[in-house]
Structure formats: structure tokens, C-alpha cells
């Protein structure tokens, strides 16, 4: 490889990183301001309504109230879905292991899928960014196995030192050739690679085809 195309390599994925740095902060405020600003609007829509209840009569107007009361929990709940899908709560107030356990038994118990969880290091000092790098990459990995593997059951590890955190998520799957062109250059799986080089880590896939499929992610616990 010529010195011209490692260099053009390393800008693309200096722009991937930033990018996906930005989408991610993005993300962030707008979950701030979806669980503030229109959680309060609800909130104090449910208080009106509360009060309207208590005050008017007739069994009509009674039922039309508790039916709007009906729409807005439903628009309660769905805030609350689409703050988590931007920023998961969990993984700002109790860290990577919490989150990303919630996150694929939670995912697994939806989808009929058996799981296994085995922490042997907890990653307590990771970045921030590390952890939603590391979430995401979780996120898209199971992913693909719900839609393409056809598995029976996941397993998800977390271990690693004090120097890096190593993530395994494993299904029993019909698997793949991780050689083929069409898997080596999948958005996918090149944005899964991104998160993990822009860290400074790296990732890898292993899979054979009715023998099931492994993704390995491992990042530095903070950036020298």
C-alpha cells in the first residue's frame, strides 16, 4: 500500500470517528431535551387532566377524559422508549455492564432467543465514549443475529484487564464465510470496525457456516 492511500485510509477513518462522535453528542442533547422539555409538557398535561377529572361530570365527558388520559401515557411511554434508543439511561448512571446486560436480555427475552451473561471484569474505569462505542457495537450485532442467524441462543462475556475491556457476543446461529466480499464490506460491520479502530482497538469476527458466529470487540480502557 502506498504511502498516499494509507494516508487517504487514516483521514476516512478520522472522518468516520468525528462523525460518529458527532451523531452520538447529537444524541445525547436530543434525549436531554426530549425527557426535560417534553416530559414536562406531559407531565404537567397529566396534572390538567387530573384536574379536569375531579371537576367536570357526566359519564360522556368522563370517558372522553380517560381516553385522552389513555394517549397520554402512550405518549409518555413512547418518550421514554425513544430517550433510551438515543441514550440508554443506564449507561450513564451505572455503566458498560448494566446497560449492555439489560440491553441483550431484554433484546433476547422479546425475541424468544435463550442467554447467557458472564462478566469476568466489570471495565469500571472506561471512557464514556468507550462504553457507548462498545454498546453500539452490541446493538448492531445483535442485531444481525435477530434478523440473519437464526440462533437458539446468545452468550455475551465481558472481561479484560486493567489495560483494555474485551467484549464477546457469541450465537449459536447458522453462521456465515466471514471472507466473502459481501460480509468484509457491509455498513454494518464497517461501523462496528470504526467504533472500535477510532479507539484505538480493534474488531473481529469469526464464523463458520452451521457452526455459528463470534464477534470480538476489544478497546483500550482510555486513549494514551
Known sequence: MSKHTEDRARELAALSH???????REKRE???KLHDELGGLLTAAKMDLSWLQSRLEGAAIQERLSQLGGVLDEAMDLKRRVVEELRPSLLDHFGLPTAVRAYVESTCAKEGLSVQVSFEHTCESMSKEAAIAMFRVVQEGLSNIIRHAHARTVKLELNGDEHHCILLLTDDGRGFDA?????RWSHGLMGMRQRAEGLGGHLDIQSRVGVGTTL???????RQ
Open 18 to 24: 468525528h462523525l460518529q462522535s458527532l451523531s452520538e
Open 30 to 32: 436530543l434525549a436531554r
Open 179 to 183: 471472507q466473502s466480499p459481501e460480509f
Open 216 to 222: 470480538r470487540v476489544e478497546v483500550p480502557m482510555s
